[in-house]
């Protein structure tokens, strides 16, 4: 049978992953430098936790894992009778108990609710690990993947949301990716809601509006249509979405629009206050733009939502997020408000290598390689490389006493700078000889002085 990978997942090569460890490190350090811990937790969560968690269209998406023993004969029966309800989109717990993480989001509001009378609030922790999602794999879209999460539970202040939007604003510049990062609010959605007819026209409107940039705007106005606005509703959703100009202009438009409904004064508000803080201390040229199509479809944001699109690229979001005063709710542990972003490495991967901005220095791996020049030699030259890889001077010794031919194509193949050749002559001399494969420089120094030339 030919090996293959299963669609939507990836093997990485050491070019790759060295890439994909300096966006992770960038990012980590940046989380660390407005005081986030670090958490992990596992790959799998009981079903009843993920589920209800992300809308009809996020719940369609989660891996489910079918329970051991479904092979045992007196199972079998039964067996047939439940994929009945797992294949209606249902969970059955005679199938699966258990799926595999969606998002970081939701592991964090339960570990926060499991844990909350060990925790010192502010709570801020970020999380780096592999998703899965049951999507159609796609440019920039995979079936697991990995998500940097920062998230704050335990505070409404809106100190927070200027934090993580210059976290935004950090990373990216640092990464060398120019961005527009968008920001939008709840809030404001909730109050068109409610001229549209109620909040139960919440759902429709978010997950319709969210798809403004994939399928333009008759699209998102049919969808609207179809799922119960009339022709005045969908006139009201238009004009909203429709409102341009500045910032301020935006938001003037707003306060107008909402002048009688408090949610969407609140909403307006809270945007002014986030823009004006930003605006004052951000030292990046990353501005923050409000953007109303955005509605980041996901149940559980009540507030401020960020989405953060490549310019120059076209890709989705690298990276998105909100704040959700009630998220731990969902676990019985009311009254511990949260707000977060999370950074899309895969995607943020892609862009870098189409827009070629990663460092050139990014690929360094072995410093040198040793010639091994026989059986005798091999342990004196072993000796000198263990004292240069105490100095953090990384290097190999190749594997056999093989031609030298041989051992310059494999130098070469990997991409290492430089060879270094001790023989019996060299040993009693105390000497090596080393040649730079880039220049063609060669040049004999003392085996005590190789640890000072590299």
């Known amino acids: 049978m030919k090996p293959s990978l299963p669609q939507g997942t990836r093997d990485f090569s050491a070019s790759t992953l060295r890439k994909r460890n300096f966006i992770f490190n960038t ?3 940046t ?14 969560e009981n079903t009843e936790t993920l589920l209800g968690k992300y809308g009809d269209e996020g ?47 939701i592991p964090f509001a339960r570990y926060v609710a ?39 539970a335990g505070s409404s202040s809106l100190l927070h949301e200027t934090e993580l939007a210059l976290i935004y604003a950090t990373v990216f510049e640092k990464l060398n990716v120019r961005v527009e990062l968008k920001i939008n609010n709840r809030k404001i959605l909730t109050a068109l809601a409610t001229l549209c007819g109620g909040d139960d026209r919440m759902i429709p409107i978010t997950i319709a509006i969210d798809k403004l940039d994939k399928i333009g705007l008759e699209k998102v106005k049919e969808e609207l249509t179809t799922r119960g606005l009339n022709e005045e509703q969908v006139g009201l959703v238009e004009s909203f979405i429709s409102i341009k100009g500045s910032n301020e202009e935006k938001l003037h438009q707003l306060e107008t629009m909402f002048s009688n409904i408090a949610i969407g004064l609140d909403g307006v508000n809270e945007l002014r206050l986030i823009l004006s803080t930003y605006e004052n201390i951000n030292q990046t040229t990353t501005p923050i733009i409000v953007d109303l199509s955005l509605a980041r479809g996901l149940n559980y944001y009540t507030g401020s939502i960020f989405e953060v699109k490549a310019i120059g690229v076209q890709m989705g ?42 460092p050139e220095n990014i690929q360094k791996g072995t410093s040198l ?14 000796r000198i490389a263990q004292l240069l890889r105490s100095k953090n001077i990384s290097c190999e010794i190749y594997h056999e006493a093989a031609k030298f031919d041989k051992q310059f194509k494999y130098a070469e193949k990997k ?16 000497t090596a000889v080393i040649k730079n494969l880039s220049s063609g420089i060669q040049k004999e120094v003392a085996q005590a002085d190789l640890d000072k030339h590299f």
């Open 27 to 29: 990012i980590k350090s």
């Open 31 to 44: 989380f660390e430098l407005y005081g986030f811990e670090p958490l992990e937790t596992p790959a799998v």
């Open 59 to 105: 719940d369609k998406l989660i891996f489910k894992i079918l329970n051991n023993g479904l092979d045992n004969p007196t199972k079998k029966e039964t067996a047939r009778a439940d994929f009945e309800t797992i294949l209606e989109g249902r969970t059955n717990k005679g199938i699966t108990e258990r799926a595999l993480r969606y998002d970081l989001t």
């Open 114 to 152: 499991m844990n909350q009378g060990q925790l010192t609030f502010p709570f801020k922790r970020y999380q780096m690990q592999p998703v899965w999602r049951a999507d159609r794999p796609q440019k920039g879209r995979y079936r697991e993947f990995y998500q940097c999460d920062a998230d704050v």
């Open 317 to 358: 979001s690298i990276g998105g997020g909100g704040r959700y005063d009630n998220l731990t709710g969902l676990f019985g542990v009311n009254g511990i408000a949260g707000v977060g972003i999370s950074f899309g490495v895969d995607r943020i991967y892609d862009v870098m290598e189409e827009l070629n901005v990663f």
């Open 369 to 382: 390689l040793f010639f091994n020049t026989g059986q005798q030699e091999q342990q004196h030259i072993l």
């Open 415 to 430: 991409s290492i700078p430089n060879i270094v050749i001790i023989g019996s002559k060299e040993i009693e001399a105390g």
